[in-house]
């Protein structure tokens, strides 16, 4: 935490004042109140006896700790302000030459460890930020506002790879490895491979326990589509230590980039997020030992679900700072750019449009930050984040591609950022689960609710 405040000037200060007094008056409730509201409805209550009407109806202190979802408390209100003014300054004038090369600025990587961004959750006793997963998903969401490239990287790096060493590493893993992560060496998680996408667990990638001494495994296979790979030092690999168990013999094992028969593939050439490295990763007789494993044995199907289920917040939040962004780019130049002798956005037919694309990326973060509170106040949110990547996902392409539109001419070339942002939306609907597969929780998870006798 302390690191990224020292991205906060006056400005922070002033927003992180505001959100108190927003957060902490209750004047809403008290508005209602002088009203003469909550008379009326205590009266109704009374009258028919209904437990429903009371609790709706109960009295304004009651309410004292009801938070609207994106009214933020003062942490999150400085992070978020904070993520904004480092996406400003030290991202925002290397996107294009990141797209153009296809590359991650090394510097920025740097940068990026040193404020704290790459161990948002992870304990201070390894060198993290001790940040809140909701915290998480401001820092991916300002970042994705400027680059969903560079916010994709800090996205999978935390909510997916630290968030399982923090879980269920053990303490030699988190004491040599995730203080690594936290403050200075990339990670991947490599769970596709050519055969497993969505039905990810078909992977074929085989971990053999080794004959010559019984405690090291020997990791074979190749795994797709790794993001970070490029750049990581370590990987998240998940493999069989027997294929005849199914998904039962999946486990999770830590391995270095620098063992012997890890070999770094081909780097895909991609329609967007083309800062974000995605490579296939070979695995050629890499011997592991026991300790990499990552919580038990044929565990690794249980450590992929939950991390993903996360991880799709996260996404979901890429998607909406996207989304946001295209707006940023296009709003201003629809209000200078002249036809007619007029705004372009003075004409009702494009007010309309922004009205309502305002209107979508709103839902969608709000479905985000619903999903991001469940989880950080320990509830079940699985269905809830699917919720939250599906529609975020569908939402920024859909206004990404508006942006253009409303661009005209202009939003088509290079010049402008709203291509990028809509050649960066597409992924959205394909990693970490792609859109079928976020109907398919949904529809999972909230049919039975729906069954009889
Ligand atoms: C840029 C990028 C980065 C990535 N990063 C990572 C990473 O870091 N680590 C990692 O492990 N993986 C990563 N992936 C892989 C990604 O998670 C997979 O691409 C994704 O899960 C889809 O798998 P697939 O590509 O094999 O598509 P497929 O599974 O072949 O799907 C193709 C189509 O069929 C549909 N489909 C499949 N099964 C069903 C079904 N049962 N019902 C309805 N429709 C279905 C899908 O919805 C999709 O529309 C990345 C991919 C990309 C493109």
Redesign the pocket.
């Given at each position: 935490m302390k690191v990224v405040l020292r991205y906060l000037g006056a400005r922070a200060a002033f927003s992180s004042q505001r959100a108190r007094s927003l957060t902490g008056s209750n004047h809403a409730w008290r508005r209602f109140d002088r009203a003469g509201w909550f008379a009326g409805c205590k009266d109704h209550s009374q009258r028919d006896g209904v437990s429903r009407a009371r609790h709706f109806c109960a009295s304004p202190e009651k309410h004292s700790d009801a938070r609207p979802l994106l009214v933020w408390n003062d942490e999150e209100q400085m992070v978020k302000d904070a993520t904004r003014k480092f996406a400003l300054e030290s991202v925002a004038p290397l996107v294009k030459q990141m797209d153009r090369d296809a590359k991650m600025d090394a510097g920025l990587l740097g940068q990026m460890f040193a404020n704290g961004y790459m161990g948002t959750e992870v304990s201070a006793e390894y060198g993290g930020s001790e940040m809140t997963f909701t915290q998480t998903c401001l820092i991916v969401e300002e970042l994705a506002r400027v680059d969903p490239a560079v916010s994709v990287i800090v996205d999978?790096h935390n909510t997916l790879n630290n968030r399982i060493l923090s879980q269920w590493g053990s303490e030699q893993q988190k004491q040599a490895v995730l203080s690594r992560m936290a403050t200075q060496s990339l990670s991947?998680?490599?769970?596709?491979e050519a055969g497993?996408?969505?039905?990810?667990f078909a992977l074929r990638t085989t971990a053999t326990e080794s004959k010559d001494g019984g405690s090291v495994f020997v990791l074979n296979g190749a795994?797709?589509?790794?993001?970070?790979?490029a750049e990581a030092e370590f990987f998240i690999v998940f493999a069989s230590v027997d294929l005849q168990l199914g998904y039962k013999g999946i486990t999770a094992f830590l391995v270095e980039r620098a063992a012997s028969g890890l070999e770094i593939g081909k780097k895909?050439d991609?329609l967007g997020?083309r800062a974000?490295s995605?490579c296939e990763v070979r695995f050629d007789s890499v011997r592991v030992p026991v300790e990499n494993i990552i919580g038990q044995t044929g565990h690794g199907y249980k450590i992929a679900i939950e991390s993903l289920n996360e991880g799709r917040i996260g996404i979901g939040a890429q998607m909406v700072g996207l989304a946001q962004g295209a707006l940023d780019a296009v709003i201003p130049y629809s209000m200078e750019r002249k036809q007619f002798g007029k705004p372009i956005a003075s004409f009702q037919g494009m007010q309309f449009q922004i009205a309502q694309a305002l209107t979508e990326v709103e839902a969608a973060r709000l479905l985000v930050y619903n999903a991001a509170r469940l989880k950080d106040s320990g509830r079940p949110f699985q269905t809830e984040a699917a919720y939250a990547k599906l529609f975020a996902s569908q939402i920024a392409q859909k206004v990404a591609s508006q942006c253009i539109d409303w661009a005209g001419g202009v939003g088509f070339t290079r010049e402008y950022s709203m291509e990028k942002f809509y050649r960066d939306a597409k992924?959205g609907q394909?990693?970490?689960?792609?859109?079928?597969?976020q109907l398919?929780t949904i529809a999972k998870n909230m049919l039975p609710k729906w069954t009889t006798g």
């Amino acid at each position: 935490m302390k690191v990224v405040l020292r991205y906060l000037g006056a400005r922070a200060a002033f927003s992180s004042q505001r959100a108190r007094s927003l957060t902490g008056s209750n004047h809403a409730w008290r508005r209602f109140d002088r009203a003469g509201w909550f008379a009326g409805c205590k009266d109704h209550s009374q009258r028919d006896g209904v437990s429903r009407a009371r609790h709706f109806c109960a009295s304004p202190e009651k309410h004292s700790d009801a938070r609207p979802l994106l009214v933020w408390n003062d942490e999150e209100q400085m992070v978020k302000d904070a993520t904004r003014k480092f996406a400003l300054e030290s991202v925002a004038p290397l996107v294009k030459q990141m797209d153009r090369d296809a590359k991650m600025d090394a510097g920025l990587l740097g940068q990026m460890f040193a404020n704290g961004y790459m161990g948002t959750e992870v304990s201070a006793e390894y060198g993290g930020s001790e940040m809140t997963f909701t915290q998480t998903c401001l820092i991916v969401e300002e970042l994705a506002r400027v680059d969903p490239a560079v916010s994709v990287i800090v996205d999978i790096h935390n909510t997916l790879n630290n968030r399982i060493l923090s879980q269920w590493g053990s303490e030699q893993q988190k004491q040599a490895v995730l203080s690594r992560m936290a403050t200075q060496s990339l990670s991947s998680f490599c769970l596709s491979e050519a055969g497993a996408g969505s039905d990810a667990f078909a992977l074929r990638t085989t971990a053999t326990e080794s004959k010559d001494g019984g405690s090291v495994f020997v990791l074979n296979g190749a795994k797709m589509w790794i993001s970070n790979a490029a750049e990581a030092e370590f990987f998240i690999v998940f493999a069989s230590v027997d294929l005849q168990l199914g998904y039962k013999g999946i486990t999770a094992f830590l391995v270095e980039r620098a063992a012997s028969g890890l070999e770094i593939g081909k780097k895909e050439d991609k329609l967007g997020i083309r800062a974000s490295s995605c490579c296939e990763v070979r695995f050629d007789s890499v011997r592991v030992p026991v300790e990499n494993i990552i919580g038990q044995t044929g565990h690794g199907y249980k450590i992929a679900i939950e991390s993903l289920n996360e991880g799709r917040i996260g996404i979901g939040a890429q998607m909406v700072g996207l989304a946001q962004g295209a707006l940023d780019a296009v709003i201003p130049y629809s209000m200078e750019r002249k036809q007619f002798g007029k705004p372009i956005a003075s004409f009702q037919g494009m007010q309309f449009q922004i009205a309502q694309a305002l209107t979508e990326v709103e839902a969608a973060r709000l479905l985000v930050y619903n999903a991001a509170r469940l989880k950080d106040s320990g509830r079940p949110f699985q269905t809830e984040a699917a919720y939250a990547k599906l529609f975020a996902s569908q939402i920024a392409q859909k206004v990404a591609s508006q942006c253009i539109d409303w661009a005209g001419g202009v939003g088509f070339t290079r010049e402008y950022s709203m291509e990028k942002f809509y050649r960066d939306a597409k992924i959205g609907q394909i990693y970490e689960g792609t859109s079928n597969m976020q109907l398919a929780t949904i529809a999972k998870n909230m049919l039975p609710k729906w069954t009889t006798g």
